[in-house]
């Protein structure tokens, strides 16, 4: 059975590359969540499932070497549907999954819950997911726990990208701290390319300022100080 896509589908997979996450390396932070998703419900297998338009890739996995797989196959693209925890006591006993080539053959997935990964703007990028291979059901404190894992991987994930944010504002800045060739007579700036071009162009390239343009008490003076100066009155 193909699952359904949520509401604002391609809002939701921008959301997900904003993250910059998909097809990186192994991370402790997220391999720590899913090793607690394990304990919690008792099971041998747990994964971090970000759902892309095509598949879902797991950022972290635990008891399984998958490392993705197509989304028509995918428990956790119906859990990306709704914003609470997904369980399947049994998948062979549930229409939707039982006859998932995941059900039916490696890693014959019986009991499933997914807790899913909310953007602040209520997108489902991915799930955090504990798997058994035989039927079994958690308890409300469990699902409960499932819940507060997924919002420590949005978390991590929006820390991840603020740090990224502020290690390019560092590499601008130092940019910026570094000699400037600048002509003596128009004050343009070479660029790294060997180009001159007005300083303001060559800032706004390398940080977020914004210009507006004003003129100083001296220049405002020299330039202007016939218009300036107060009239005499007239005899």
Same mark, same amino acid.
């Given at each position: 059975?193909?699952?359904?896509?949520?509401?604002?589908?391609? #809002?939701?997979?921008?959301?997900?590359?904003?993250y910059?996450i998909?097809?990186?390396?192994? #991370?402790?932070?997220?391999?720590?969540?899913t090793?607690?998703?394990?304990? *919690?419900?008792?099971?041998?297998m747990?994964?971090?499932?970000?759902?892309?338009? #095509?598949?879902?890739?797991?950022?972290?996995?635990?008891?399984t070497?998958?490392?993705?797989?197509?989304?028509?196959?995918?428990?956790?693209?119906?859990?990306?549907?709704?914003?609470?925890?997904?369980?399947?006591?049994?998948?062979? #006993?549930?229409?939707?999954?039982?006859?998932?080539?995941?059900?039916?053959?490696?890693?014959?997935?019986?009991?499933?819950?997914?807790?899913?990964?909310?953007?602040?703007? %209520?997108?489902?990028?991915?799930?955090?997911?504990?798997?058994?291979?035989?039927?079994?059901?958690?308890?409300?404190e469990?699902?409960?726990?499932?819940?507060?894992?997924?919002? *420590?991987?949005?978390?991590?994930?929006?820390?991840?990208?603020?740090?990224?944010e502020?290690?390019?504002?560092v590499?601008?800045?130092k940019?910026?701290?570094?000699?400037?060739?600048?002509?003596?007579?128009?004050?343009?700036?070479?660029?790294?390319?060997?180009?001159?071009?007005?300083v303001?162009?060559?800032?706004?390239?390398?940080?977020?300022?914004?210009?507006?343009? %004003?003129?100083?008490?001296?220049?405002?003076?020299?330039?202007?100080?016939?218009?300036?100066?107060?009239?005499?009155?007239?005899?």
């Open positions: 059975m193909t699952p359904p896509f949520p509401h604002a589908e391609a #809002e939701r997979v921008a959301a997900l590359k904003r910059h998909l097809d990186t390396e192994p #991370e402790a932070a997220f391999d720590d969540i090793k607690l998703a394990a304990f *919690i419900c008792d099971v041998p747990a994964v971090i499932s970000l759902v892309d338009s #095509e598949r879902q890739w797991f950022k972290s996995k635990l008891g070497t998958m490392v993705q797989t197509r989304r028509e196959d995918a428990f956790c693209a119906y859990a990306i549907l709704d914003t609470k925890v997904m369980v399947i006591e049994n998948a062979l #006993e549930d229409e939707r999954f039982a006859q998932n080539p995941m059900v039916l053959n490696d890693p014959k997935i019986r009991f499933y819950a997914g807790a899913p990964v909310l953007t602040p703007e %209520g997108h489902a990028l991915g799930v955090v997911c504990a798997l058994d291979r035989k039927p079994r059901h958690i308890t409300p469990q699902t409960s726990a499932m819940e507060r894992l997924a919002r *420590i991987v949005m978390t991590t994930l929006e820390w991840r990208s603020v740090s990224a502020l290690a390019e504002a590499a601008n800045v940019t910026l701290s570094s000699l400037l060739p600048i002509c003596a007579y128009c004050h343009e700036v070479r660029n790294d390319d060997g180009y001159w071009e007005q303001e162009a060559y800032i706004q390239k390398h940080t977020d300022a914004k210009f507006t343009h %004003g003129i100083c008490p001296k220049c405002a003076e020299r330039r202007f100080s016939a218009f300036l100066k107060p009239k005499k009155d007239a005899v």
